[in-house]
Nanobody, 115 residues
Framework: QVQLVESGGGLVQTGGSLRLSCAASRSIANINFMNWYRQAPGKQRELVARITKGGNTNYADSVKGRFTISRDIAKNTVYLQMNTLEPEDTAVYYC?????????WGQGTQVTVSS
């Protein structure tokens, strides 16, 4: 099993930055995919960014060039650095781990971008 705890959300103005953290209860070195998803009110949950076990990263088109996913294996933590935030980025952000064919989710952290 993997327990995930997100932190770092909050209220920020348009153009501002936030860094989200996701602390895992076990080593993330062998987790196939660590992902950040988000869900805005009335919308489906969407994949924002992914980092693979090998360190490769992928991003949704809407956040490319603004968001960066990274990890600290020694700390069992994955980060999402979010820059140049827009009101459209307002959502609950969830950390997700794809491990041994099972998906694990954190409780989510709210990000609100004011215009």
């Amino acid at each position: 099993q993997v327990q995930l705890v997100e932190s770092g959300g909050g209220l920020v103005q348009t153009g501002g930055s936030l860094r989200l953290s996701c602390a895992a209860s076990r080593s993330i070195a062998n987790i196939n995919f660590m992902n950040w998803y988000r869900q805005a009110p009335g919308k489906q949950r969407e994949l924002v960014a992914r980092i693979t076990k090998g360190g490769n990263t992928n991003y949704a088109d809407s956040v490319k060039g603004r968001f960066t996913i990274s990890r600290d294996i020694a700390k069992n933590t994955v980060y999402l650095q979010m820059n140049t935030l827009e009101p459209e980025d307002t959502a609950v952000y969830y950390c997700n781990a794809d491990y041994v064919l099972v998906n694990y989710w954190g409780q989510g952290t709210q990000v609100t971008v004011s215009s």
